[in-house]
């Protein structure tokens, strides 16, 4: 059993659910994420996503797309960022995947980067431009190392797209809770609530839902009814505002809210309870 797969298991025996959060590796720079990750594992985030910054973020709302903007002009790399998790790996042991897009993927090398990735410590990776579909040398590879792929659902996904992910999938399935671009909305709707419990209970892996999550009272809604929850532009937009110290304090006081938010009142509303 892999870090992600471990971790849901622990959770749910425990009745909670995941807190995932996610940040743009190398926003501001690579030292900074390197000296966060630890951190955000201590204020109570069960699984980071580090954001392999890109120059075309077609998925990503403004707030990441300024994030990647200034990774990249800090000079981040995906080969940097490999060796900032093997440091990380020293110290911390969440469960840690890599979100972004498969152009930067295919540049390295599917077989180098999946091997390189593992060795270094990521335990997923997540890319929202391949489809199931087009993921069968991604995905062959990444199987014969034990690095899970996640894939995408959303409010569109038909049957047989539900079905394929159920079967392809590994380590977890991303809800995408609105349709368009990331970014922190005010409120989440009935309906994805609704779709979620319904998909739920269609698979075998667990489900997180992500994209537009904003506020413990709104992650608190998300886990009435998914695995896990994910939390990425509202934590990104801090990067904007602050920096150094007051930043990791900010973004620590907040990861601490949002568990607290999930873990409230929680009881036996889990799936098999």
């Known amino acids: 059993m892999g870090r992600i797969a471990d971790k849901f298991a622990q959770l749910k025996k425990k009745q909670e659910k995941a807190l995932i959060t996610f940040i743009t590796a190398g926003d501001p720079d690579l030292a900074f994420t390197c000296e966060l990750i630890p951190e955000m594992e201590k204020s109570g985030a069960d699984i980071i996503e580090l954001g392999v910054p890109f120059s075309d ?9 300024r994030s990647s903007e200034r990774a990249l002009a800090a000079g981040t790399t995906l080969p940097a ?14 469960p840690i995947i890599l ?3 498969f152009n930067p993927v295919f540049k390295y090398g599917i077989s180098k980067f999946v091997t390189d990735a593992v060795d270094a410590g990521v335990d997923g990776v997540l890319l929202v431009d391949l489809p199931p579909e087009e993921a069968s040398e991604f995905k062959t590879d990444a199987d014969s190392k034990g690095l899970d792929v996640i894939f995408l659902l959303t409010p569109t996904s038909d049957d047989k797209r539900i079905e394929k ?3 392809l999938g590994s380590g977890f399935i991303y809800y995408v809770s609105v349709t368009g671009v990331t970014g922190a909305r005010k409120s989440v709707e009935g309906s994805v609530l609704t779709s979620v419990e319904n998909i739920r209970k269609r698979l075998d892996l667990p489900v997180a839902v992500g994209f537009g999550i904003a506020d413990p009272v709104q992650a608190a809604r998300v886990a009435d009814v998914a695995d896990g929850v994910v939390v990425g532009s509202a934590l990104v937009k801090l990067f904007e505002e602050f920096h150094g110290e007051e930043l990791k ?6 990861i601490a ?3 607290a938010g999930i873990s409230r009142n929680r009881g036996p509303r889990n799936r098999d309870q």
């Not at 973020?57 to 797309?65: C, E, N, S």
């Not at 960022?81 to 969440?94: D, E, F, G």
Request: no cysteine; net charge positive; proline share 5%.
């Open 81 to 94: 960022i490999l060796n900032m998790v093997k440091s990380v790996r020293r110290v911390s042991h969440v």
């Open 249 to 254: 304090s900010l973004v620590g006081s907040f």
């Open 257 to 259: 809210d949002l568990k």
């Open 57 to 65: 973020p077609m998925a990503d709302g403004p707030t990441i797309q």
């Open 99 to 101: 979100m972004g897009y």
């Open 165 to 167: 992910v159920a079967r």
